[in-house]
């Protein structure tokens, strides 16, 4: 009987381990994601100043 108690308290242990990684692991995706998002949006609006500053110097054309 006390065997079993300490099984039963294993597999709780163990579950809750499982759901803290795999919360890590969803959690380690979602700021990855949200870095790719920033660094695109930094690159973004770096061209776009630079593009600006191009045509501010040199106008196209009339």
């Avoid at 300490?6 to 890590?24: D, H, I, P, V």
């Avoid at 692991?25 to 600006?52: F, P």
């Amino acid at each position: 009987m006390p065997d079993t108690s300490k099984l039963e308290k294993l597999n709780r242990e163990l579950e809750k381990s499982e759901k803290k990684l795999w919360k890590a692991i969803n959690d380690e995706k979602a700021l990855q994601h949200q870095l790719k998002q920033l660094t695109r949006k930094e690159r973004t609006h770096r061209l776009c100043t630079r593009g600006g500053m191009l045509e501010r110097e040199k106008p196209e054309p009339p």
